[in-house]
């Protein structure tokens, strides 16, 4: 059965993102534990040939000489390297190195996290100007629990995709990054493929686990990449659209070659899948601050479906987190264009859900671009869709292509998982092993014309407001 521990992120004025390292490796022992006893009987019969492991991606944290944790684990989500991206862009082509990375110069990312650093800690930072690799070790959480578990800190090439540091074509870390860094390559993790196996669990850990002692451990690989290989997008034919608190819309392109797209990241799954999208980082806070705003009826949700599409006369930016695709600005506001006197907050409710949507369509028109031909359907999950519906339709007539339900309530674990039994030879692809879907929506074409038309008004407010942050 799955096992979950709760656990919450420090914040810090200043922006800051944070938790415990050890805490963290702890709590996942202790899911360990959990998964093991309640399968007890099922493994009297049988044994775990593998393990696979989904991590969140873009953390980082350093290490000290003795391989414990010398910060904590700090998220993508922790801004307080801000400033350092206008100096990344003094040392740096944004352009050229978002078409090698896959990654734009933001705060989510490894390099500007690593210029601030250096001046908020700078003890953690030595002269490597030989390569010698003096100083801390730096890596992601995945990373730290392989050298903790494991003993080896041996880093996924999904999860190195993520940093802002891997260039996507070359499998390696990258030169020119590197080059205005104040670290070297020897104080980064060794990659391996997903395929490659992890040396077996330190003796601590399987004297914990006897059941794990012979089974194949493989690399963790990024959160996200597992999702979309958990709900069943394990190739080209369909795009993968998860929509929680913030959302994000991917596909995996194999055997991809060319830059980055404009506007979008490009990640890996692996040295022959390529993983590319967008992230938006407003959509179910932008309906949770709504209602705890608005004086909403208590048949809120009944009274949107009576509100025709774009009806309201209102123009919204939905940024109460700042924007990330496809424009990566994280000065952008909520902006709320158009209201009179006559303006319910009802009208504003559905004005905001229909311009969270339109984010993600803004977002599917680029990924669209990079895809050899048009998905025959978008796999859709999270909360925010499905405790509305109607606001699953409202963005499935925003982009323009059938939402499927997935059915798939533990997505990324179950991609870990299908991964591993392929990278051990278990099955013969990922794609033998199809994922559960629900209930499928159509686009209403009419609709979909509004919307569009919607899109380009609100893209229009976005230029007015924010074009001199760009």
Not at 117 to 125: K, N, T, V, Y
Not at 140 to 163: I, P, R, V
Not at 289 to 306: G, V
Request: glycine share 8%; aromatic share 8%; proline share 5%.
């Amino acid at each position: 059965m799955p096992q979950q521990k709760t656990y919450d992120q420090q914040t810090t004025p200043d922006g800051g993102v944070e938790v415990d390292a050890d805490f963290l490796l702890e709590l996942t022992a202790q899911c360990v534990d959990g998964v093991l006893q309640s399968q007890a009987e099922a493994l009297q019969n049988g044994e775990i040939i593998a393990v696979g492991i989904s991590c969140f991606w873009h953390s980082l944290l350093a290490t000290d000489a003795g391989d414990e944790a010398a910060t904590r684990v700090l998220s993508w989500a922790d801004n307080r390297a801000a400033p350092w991206v206008l100096a990344l862009r003094s040392l740096l082509d944004e352009t050229e190195t978002h078409a090698r990375t896959g990654c734009v110069f933001h705060t989510s990312y490894w390099p500007a996290k690593l210029l601030w650093l250096q001046h908020a800690r700078p003890e953690l930072f030595a002269d490597i100007s030989n390569n010698e690799g003096e100083g801390a070790r730096w890596m992601s959480l995945a990373e730290y629990l392989h050298l903790k578990w494991n003993g080896a800190a041996q880093c996924s090439l999904s999860s190195a995709s993520g940093t802002g540091l891997f260039h996507q074509n070359n499998g390696d870390w990258d030169d020119e990054v590197l080059k205005v860094l104040p670290i070297g390559r020897a104080q980064l993790p060794a990659l391996c493929d997903a395929k490659n196996a992890l040396p077996a669990l330190l003796p601590e850990y399987s004297a914990r686990w006897p059941q794990l002692k012979n089974a194949s451990w493989f690399p963790a690989l990024g959160d996200g990449a597992c999702s979309n290989l958990g709900t069943g997008g394990v190739d080209d034919s369909r795009l993968i659209l998860n929509a929680g608190t913030s959302g994000a819309l991917r596909v995996v392109l194999p055997e991809y070659s060319l830059s980055a797209p404009r506007g979008l990241w490009r990640y890996r799954i692996d040295a022959h899948r390529s993983i590319v999208g967008g992230a938006i980082s407003n959509f179910g806070n932008v309906l949770l601050w709504a209602r705890s705003t608005l004086l909403l009826p208590d048949d809120w949700r009944e009274q949107i479906l009576h509100i025709a599409p774009d009806s309201h006369g209102l123009t919204v930016l939905p940024f109460l987190a700042g924007e990330r695709s496809p424009l990566w600005n994280a000065k952008a506001k909520f902006v709320l264009d158009g209201a009179t006197l006559d303006t319910s907050p009802i009208l504003i409710l559905r004005a905001v859900m229909e311009a969270a949507a339109l984010r993600f369509a803004a977002v599917a028109e680029l990924v669209l671009e990079a895809m050899p031909q048009k998905p025959r359907e978008i796999i859709y999950s999270g909360g925010a869709l499905e405790a509305v519906p109607a606001w699953a339709q409202i963005v499935c007539d925003a982009i323009g292509i059938p939402l499927v339900q997935s059915c798939e309530s533990e997505a990324s674990a179950r991609g870990a998982a299908i991964m591993a039994l392929e990278s051990c030879g278990a099955i013969d692809n990922i794609s033998n092993l199809p994922a559960e879907q629900g209930a499928r929506l159509q686009p209403d074409l009419d609709h979909h014309e509004i919307y569009r038309r919607a899109l380009e008004r609100q893209n229009a407010l976005y230029q007015d407001f924010y074009s001199h942050t760009l």
